[in-house]
């Protein structure tokens, strides 16, 4: 295992360990030597002890004096550290004795020693020294009976001095000694780790301060800043963090301005943009409301134009102006949905009711386009019920046809719906055309793209119906899919969810037929005298029986004083007075009694707060300029619907 040992231990480490092992040696080596000193000295003096015991016994052992033995044991027993001894004779029997002996060391009964020798057990230093005989000086004087010094080596011992001498004083002398260099190793350890950690602090306490300092430059404090460390490499390390801290401050200052910069940049581009496009929508709203207004009443008074019997060539230039005037209202029409679809202010209103009917109608609206193309448009559908916004399911699958038959050139166009497993339904429209290849299959959704108008010319649309598909499907939460292969014709499908019919009487037939308009009673208000007279004309056309009035309070007039009761009510929205076409059909649905009365709006106005205004009243609004067939289909439905009230109530 690695050990991960900050600086201040590794110094720590560094002083103390040298200081230990010498402490350690010195103790050892002091002790050892003191310890043979003292042994060498009471070894040496235990000789000498011995040693002269032998020379005084030498006589007394010689003459058989055991008494005077006796007084010479008893008087080596003073001396210090003797345990015990014996004084024997040659043959080793005991002359005299004191003290103790260590029975455990050889006997002193045993055979005689030639020469002195030493022997140690446990804490006992046995001496034998043998007690020799010394050569008399007779020739000196007769009546001095001197003793030659010196021993004769050579003559037999006439016994020994067996002397026991107590190593306790040495032992605890060492023990002594012992205690005295633990204690000054101690003393030393205590000494020599105060100076490390000493030390220790003065290296690691700058480091530390240098670290912390980086985690405080670290956690943002730039302005923090090293202190002067003394010299050397911490000095330069010093340094070396302030240089990094400025630098990294230089650096954020820098970035941070350039962000600001980049920041308001932005934002005054977002502002200029938004500006901008403010005054397209602006323009664009006001530009098709002036282009709506005549446009309307253009298309009015060309419908009315082509139910009179006109002279063959009038009646094929009336047809051309009609074809250029639709033309020129579908765009208008594209224009405007994508406008409001992308403004949000279309909300769906979603319904339950019969996926059949609706699909009948739109392959009926759009058989004339097949028979012109030469194609066949079929239909197979299933009884199912679905949840949705009919007008705009109608928008999705009308674009969807009218691109099957505007991109295929022989076969035809099937329009099919089916049961889905997972409780929807499958709404198809197949064809036999040119094909979509996969790469292109996602861009086509785009606005403004097209595959095969390179020159851009406007009889072939603007490339805005898929876009408006596209938008309208994520409005209604419906899955839009597109399989389609080149030369092998394309099938676009949309998934809605499925429900339970409604009950007997909510699909009940319709009491009168449907597209005839003939008798029923329209109250017509538009203040712009011409759109007024060209609405009421092409509603008489059409078998109405038409009250038109050019302000609120004439119509009103008209009604108090007449025992007429429209069924339904046509009026523009924006009018001159105090009253707007919502306050119109309110007042009048109040006059009348008739919370319900069908009634349609007709605005030129394509802004954002007028059309919030009449989502929240749910009257239907058409804008201009209005296609007499829209128009007509939407009077149409608004009274089946009133009469499928009627029919509940
Ligand atoms: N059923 C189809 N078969 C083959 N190509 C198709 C089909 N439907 C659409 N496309 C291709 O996708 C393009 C975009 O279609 P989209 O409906 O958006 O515009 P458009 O039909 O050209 O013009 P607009 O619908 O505005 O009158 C078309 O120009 C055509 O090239
Ligand atoms: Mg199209």
């Known amino acids: 295992m690695k050990l991960r040992w900050g600086v201040r231990a590794r110094v720590m480490l560094a002083a103390i360990l040298p200081m230990l092992v010498l402490a350690v040696v010195l103790t050892v080596s002091y002790t050892s030597s003191r310890l043979a000193d003292f042994h060498n000295e009471l070894e040496a003096r235990g000789k000498a002890v011995a040693r002269q015991l ?24 003073a001396e210090e550290d003797v345990a015990g001894l014996r004084i024997v004779d040659r043959s080793g029997r005991t002359l005299a004795s004191a003290g103790i002996l260590d029975p455990l060391l050889m006997p002193p009964d045993g055979p005689l020693a030639p020469a002195p020798w030493v022997e140690r057990r446990g804490a006992t230093l046995r001496i034998v020294e043998p007690i020799r005989p010394r050569p008399l000086d007779l020739d000196a004087d007769p009546t001095a009976f001197t ?31 012992l205690w005295q260099s633990a204690s000054i190793g101690l003393l030393v350890l205590l000494g020599s780790l105060v100076l490390a950690s000493h030390l220790s602090k003065g290296v690691s306490r700058p480091i530390r301060r240098v670290a912390d300092i980086v985690l405080e430059i670290g956690a943002g404090e730039m302005h923090r800043r090293v202190e002067p460390l003394g010299g050397g490499s911490l000095q330069r390390l010093a340094e070396g963090v302030n240089e990094m801290a400025r630098r ?37 709203a006001a530009a098709s409301h002036d282009l709506r207004q005549p446009m309307h009443a253009l298309g009015l008074f060309i419908a009315e134009l082509q139910q009179y019997q006109l002279p063959q060539p009038t009646r094929g230039l009336v047809r051309q102006i009609a ?31 019969a996926l059949r009917p609706m699909l009948t109608r739109i392959v009926a609206a759009h058989e004339p386009a097949a028979a012109e193309r030469g194609l066949r448009l ?42 889905q497993g997972d409780g929807l339904v499958r709404i198809e429209v197949r064809d036999s055309g040119t094909g979509i290849p996969l790469e292109r299959q996602e861009v086509i959704f785009q606005e403004f793209v097209q595959l ?58 319709e009491p009168r037929p449907p597209g005839d308009l003939g008798g029923v009673r329209i109250a017509v208000v538009d203040d712009d005298p011409l759109v007024c007279a060209g609405t009421a004309s092409l509603l008489a056309s059409w078998g109405c029986e038409v009250e038109a009035a050019a302000s609120s309070a004439a119509l009103f007039e008209r009604i108090a004083n007449a025992d007429w009761r429209p069924a339904l009510v046509i009026s523009d929205l924006r009018l001159q007075g105090p009253l707007d076409g919502l306050d119109v059909v309110r ?58 009230e009627d029919d509940d109530a």
């Open 54 to 77: 032998a020379a005084a016994s030498e006589f007394p052992v010689f003459s058989g004096n055991h008494r005077s033995l006796q007084q010479l044991a008893g008087g080596a027993m």
């Open 452 to 509: 095969d108008n390179a020159e851009r010319s406007r009889d072939k649309g603007l490339g805005l119906g898929l876009a408006i598909v596209k938008r309208l499907a994520e409005l209604l939460d419906h899955r839009l899919t597109l399989r389609s292969a080149p030369g092998r014709g394309s099938v676009f499908a949309i998934a809605l969810p499925r429900t339970e019919p409604l009950d007997a009487g909510e699909a009940a037939p």
């Open 248 to 284: 990294l401050a230089d650096a954020r200052e820098d970035m941070a301005r350039e962000i600001e910069q980049a920041t308001a940049e932005l934002r005054t581009r977002k502002n200029e943009a938004e500006r901008a496009n403010l005054a397209k929508s602006r323009f664009l």
């Open 147 to 177: 003793v030659a010094a010196g021993t004769q080596a050579s003559a037999p011992p006439l016994g020994s001095v067996v002397l026991d001498f107590s190593l306790d004083r040495l032992y605890a002398r060492r023990t002594e000694l």
């Open 587 to 644: 007042e009048l649905r109040e006059r009348l009694a008739e919370p319900t009365l069908p009634a349609v709006l007709i605005t030129g106005d394509t802004g954002a707060d007028m059309l919030a205004l009449t989502r929240d009243s749910g009257i239907p609004v058409l804008h201009k300029p209005v296609r007499p067939a829209r128009l007509r289909a939407l009077i149409n439905r608004q009274l089946e619907y009133a009469a499928g």
């Open 378 to 419: 079929g239909l197979r559908a299933s009884e199912v019920w679905v949840r949705s916004d009919p007008l705009l399911l109608e928008r999705i699958v009308s674009n969807l046809i009218s691109n099957a038959l505007r991109y295929t050139r022989e076969g035809g166009v099937l329009l099919a719906c089916r049961r």
């Open 323 to 353: 074809a250029s005037a639709d033309a020129m209202e579908k765009l208008l029409d594209s224009l405007l949905d994508i406008s409001r679809l992308d403004a949000g202010v279309l909300r769906p209103t979603l319904r339950v009711f």
